[in-house]
């Protein structure tokens, strides 16, 4: 019986009962909309979230409120917030400090040179930016950095200008936004910010680090590749 059930449901399609159950109290969206966000390693919107649980955008749009508002108070120490165009969890600003050093005490630390930093800074605040149009400002070659930020999904290409040569356009992504904990491109830091970022990441740089930079400058040029894998 449970078989016919089942395939008399296929056939006709689901109802809009099906599409939007009302099993789920307010409390407990809010606990699984906390739980899904807390196993989702991308940044989840509100429409994704609705369609996946089956449940009214605007009831999950004000349980998201309402997360947002919990995870806001100062004896949290998580936050959610909107990132790159949906919602991930995440420490506080406030204890990054704190943070980052109880985590420099587990492991060394993943960081990004000073020149793949200022490379960075200038795709961000230029996007699309070509390598050459880098070199001019850089004053120096950056072929190694360009592959450096690419193999770690930060930029990625975007199409080629149309000027003589072609070269290849770079610009900023979705994995940028959210090593960042940026909302959008319009929350990027200062100049002023992303030079201390520079001066901290300076200052930490072991020996390994400057024997990666300087194998960085050394690399090919990523635009020396086939067209087919430069795009």
Do not use: C
Request: charged fraction near 25%.
């Amino acid at each position: 019986m449970a078989l016919a059930t089942e395939s008399a449901g296929s056939e006709s399609g689901p109802s809009s009962e099906d599409l939007i159950p009302t099993d789920l109290s307010d409390v407990d969206l809010k606990a699984v909309i906390e739980g899904v966000i807390y196993v989702t390693d991308e940044p989840l919107s509100a429409d994704q979230i609705a369609t996946a649980l089956k449940q009214p955008a605007a009831k999950v749009a004000r349980a998201l409120e309402e997360l947002t508002a919990d995870y806001n108070q100062p004896w949290r120490g998580l936050t959610i917030r909107e990132v790159a165009g949906g919602y991930k969890m995440s420490t506080k600003p406030e204890h990054h400090e704190a943070i980052r050093t109880f985590v420099k005490n587990l492991k060394p630390p993943l960081r990004l040179s000073l020149p793949a930093l200022e490379t960075l800074a200038l795709i961000a605040y230029k996007q699309p930016i070509t390598a050459p149009e880098i070199m001019e400002v850089r004053g120096v070659q950056g072929a190694g950095v360009l592959k450096t930020l690419l193999d770690r999904k930060l930029i990625a290409t975007a199409g080629r200008k149309t000027v003589v040569g072609k070269p290849i356009l770079y610009k900023t992504t979705k994995e940028f936004l959210v090593q960042f904990g940026l909302k959008d491109l319009s929350e990027l830091p200062t100049l002023k910010e992303f030079e201390d970022l520079g001066r901290l990441s300076l200052a930490e740089t072991t020996e390994p680090d400057m024997a990666s930079s300087q194998n960085e400058s050394a690399e090919p040029h990523p635009e020396t590749q086939s067209s087919d894998t430069a795009e």
